[in-house]
């Protein structure tokens, strides 16, 4: 969804959330919801992060206090070659399945991974 207002959410975004609104209240609560807000609008990296954290934060007020959609929520900021503003909404498990990975190497070890001096074994 497109937000075009410097602060806050406009008309259309509040609108494409309030038909979105009735799909995320059937989201069970082993499920978590992820807000991706994008500010591209800052030629400051550190004010467009946060900026684009600030703008998911005011998805998740509006969808709570319009919507009383009380879920887990993660939010994130999305990196995207677009300048405009733009949110994100993922439904994702709250439960991960933990998985063996297979690594070549230590990877906590940080003196080897970062220091050339030593080398693999």
Known sequence: MRVTTAKGLDVRAK???DAMAPK????????????EGHDGTDR????????????????QIY?????????DVYLATAAD?????????YVCPKQFVEENLDLPRN???SKRDFDSSVSAK
Do not use: F, P, Y
């Open 107 to 109: 990877i906590t070890d």
């Open 63 to 71: 969808l709570a206090s319009r919507h009383t959609i009380d879920l």
């Open 81 to 89: 070659s677009d300048k405009g503003r733009t949110v994100r909404i």
């Open 24 to 35: 995320l209240r059937t989201v069970g609560k082993d499920r978590l919801l992820r807000i």
């Open 15 to 17: 609108k494409a959330l």
């Open 44 to 59: 400051n990296a550190e004010e467009s992060l946060s900026n684009s954290l600030m703008l998911a934060k005011n998805v």
